[in-house]
């Protein structure tokens, strides 16, 4: 056969024929080379299908992008013995605090996609795309959603001698004092401080924002007295109300919680059409396969929905949600447009 005879049988489309115009002695070696890559992408093809189909066969690390005790730790370790038994191996976790969370998922965005290293993500990740343009990663670009957790509102909490008794008077105090009324959150973006941020923008009131390394730390501040206000995750400060350490004033869901009858909604304190109910989930490395986050997908799902874990969520306040990888990633999306038109508006 003839060098040009060769040349056509294997095609002109391989781009080291392309790239490589000389002699017929290199069109030969070239057109060998694409052959061979070839037949060697063929047979990694099936070894791959095989790997993915086992998964997993080691333990599954999740960085949780937040201190241990917070909320994400919490439903992380609500569904870990479900979720561990379902996909028959260890779900681990890696706490990488710092940034509103911008550490951990940058951290995750660079890690091998092959399903073994999982991001927790929630809306303080949604807004901190806006807050941190230098952080490194883009959640829709460099992750790819898995599935949903749960939806959890916050309740709005005030020190136990703070002289104000309902959300209207804390509002008319605060609008005759603007930016004396101090709030806590986790840090700037984080979901605490959001939740504030909204109330700011709906009634023109200021209050003064005292970021902190970790939403634990501002509790303790509130309950000794150095904070007037946090908007909180209802389980992680359920026992200090009921202790008397703080007082509880409002909830930022639709509706009243089953948990708390006799505390009202915001949009009934004074704020209408108040809505804030965050969401959380799972992401992990863009380029992970679809094989491998469709099993995660049911995974997590099953766990969720797990009689024991529903229970666990519904005395926390918190809702299981179930959603496809797509639904899910459509969230991430939506949210990410919300909080840029409040952080950055036109």
């Known amino acids: 056969m003839s060098n040009s005879a060769a040349i056509a049988l294997i095609g002109d489309e391989c781009p080291l024929l392309k790239l490589i115009r ?25 070894a791959a299908t095989a790997q993915t189909a086992t998964y997993p066969t080691r333990p599954i690390k999740v960085i949780v992008p ?35 969370g911008t550490i951990g998922l940058n951290l995750a965005a660079r890690a091998a996609p092959d399903g073994y290293t999982l991001v927790f993500v ?31 509102p916050r309740v709005l909490v005030v020190r136990k001698n703070l002289p104000l008794n309902s959300v209207q008077e804390l509002l008319a105090y605060a609008k005759k004092n603007p930016g004396k009324l101090s709030f806590a959150s986790g840090g700037t973006g984080n979901v605490y401080h959001l939740a504030a941020e909204l109330v700011q923008n709906k009634t023109g009131v200021k209050l003064l924002h005292v970021p902190y390394s970790q939403a634990g730390t501002g509790r303790t501040d509130l309950m000794s007295g150095q904070i007037d206000m946090m908007f909180d995750a209802v389980g992680a400060i359920m026992p200090q109300i009921q202790a008397g350490s703080v007082r509880a004033l409002a909830v930022t869901s639709a509706q009243r919680l089953g948990s708390m009858p006799n505390v009202p909604t915001l949009a009934e304190s004074g704020v209408p ?35 024991s874990v529903v229970s666990q969520f519904s005395q926390a306040a918190m809702v299981s949600r179930v959603e496809t990888p797509a639904v899910f990633g459509e969230w991430i999306k939506t949210s990410i447009d919300k909080w840029t038109t409040l952080v950055r508006p036109e």
């Open 122 to 152: 929630s809306e303080t990740h949604t807004a901190a795309e806006s807050l941190y343009p230098k952080r490194g990663y883009t959640m829709t670009k460099d992750l790819i959603p898995i599935a949903p957790l749960v939806s959890q």
């Open 273 to 307: 059409g108040y809505e804030f109910e965050s969401w959380s989930g799972l992401m992990a490395p863009e380029g992970t396969p679809p094989e491998i986050i469709a099993k995660l997908n049911k995974a997590i799902a099953d766990s969720v929905m797990d009689k």
């Open 66 to 100: 937040s201190a241990p005790g917070g909320p994400a730790d919490i439903i992380m370790r609500t569904i870990n013995p479900k979720l561990a038994e379902l996909l028959g191996q260890p779900v681990i976790f890696e706490y990488r605090t710092g940034a509103s």
């Open 22 to 46: 000389m002699d017929n002695m290199t069109k030969l070696a070239s057109i060998w080379l694409c052959g061979a890559v070839t037949a060697l992408t063929l047979l990694a093809a099936p």
